[in-house]
């Protein structure tokens, strides 16, 4: 689990005046606010980011061939946004509004070059292209003994942290049985409130 002060130096390390940067960053944003593993980044797809009830929605492909719908929160958006109009993905109609039009067959993450005349958008990034993004920056910040897997452990672990309700984080998560979601929970044992307080015979 990777503290705070390292997961925004870690989201602070893309240049994004660089599409490549402004790629990194959006990667970075959703592995440590929605917590995918490598496969289901990599495996995303224009048909897979919708909008549903104002919401910005992930179909994920998961392990096993399953899918999960998981909703991005507003960080996770800002940055997606900054990123799919460096690419070209919105559609700006004549009175201004602008519609995310993205191929539906088309790579989110495609395995990119600062220079355009090496750009494949129809060739997605590699399980080993995340890794080798995340330890070119791990590395210049001097963050040792990690991979993306760690900006999961995090997410997970916050998550419980702040309360949130066991099914929903292991749903976000993807998590088949609980006790795996459960064994990220790193909080002390809160005994004051446990049940054997309640009860007194004495």
């Not at 061939?65 to 960080?75: G, I, L, Q, T, Y």
């Not at 800002?78 to 109009?85: G, H, I, R, T």
């Not at 702040?162 to 795996?180: E, F, I, N, V």
Request: charged fraction near 25%; glycine fraction near 6%.
């Amino acid at each position: 689990v990777m503290n705070d002060m390292e997961v925004k130096a870690m989201l602070d390390a893309p240049d994004t005046s660089k599409l490549i940067g402004l790629r990194d960053k959006a990667i970075l944003s959703i592995v440590f606010n929605l917590g995918p593993r490598r496969g289901t980044i990599v495996r995303l797809t224009g048909k897979d980011i919708f909008e549903e009830n104002g919401y910005m929605i992930f179909d994920m492909h998961l392990k096993g061939d399953k899918r999960n719908r998981v909703a991005a929160n507003s960080h996770v958006q800002a940055n997606l946004k900054k990123y799919f109009e460096k690419v070209g993905y919105y559609k700006y109609e004549k009175d201004g509004n602008a519609s995310l039009d993205i191929p539906k067959d088309a790579p989110i993450f495609p395995n990119l070059s600062n220079n355009p005349d090496l750009r494949n958008p129809s060739k997605p990034m590699t399980d080993t292209g995340i890794y080798q993004m995340w330890q070119k920056y791990a590395k210049r910040l001097g963050i040792e003994r990690t991979s993306p897997h760690c900006a999961r452990s995090t997410f997970i672990t916050k998550a419980l942290a702040a309360g949130c309700d066991l099914q929903h984080t292991q749903h976000t998560a993807g998590h088949s049985d609980p006790r795996t979601t459960m064994s990220y929970n790193l909080n002390e044992t809160d005994y004051k409130h446990s049940a054997s307080f309640s009860v007194s015979f004495g």
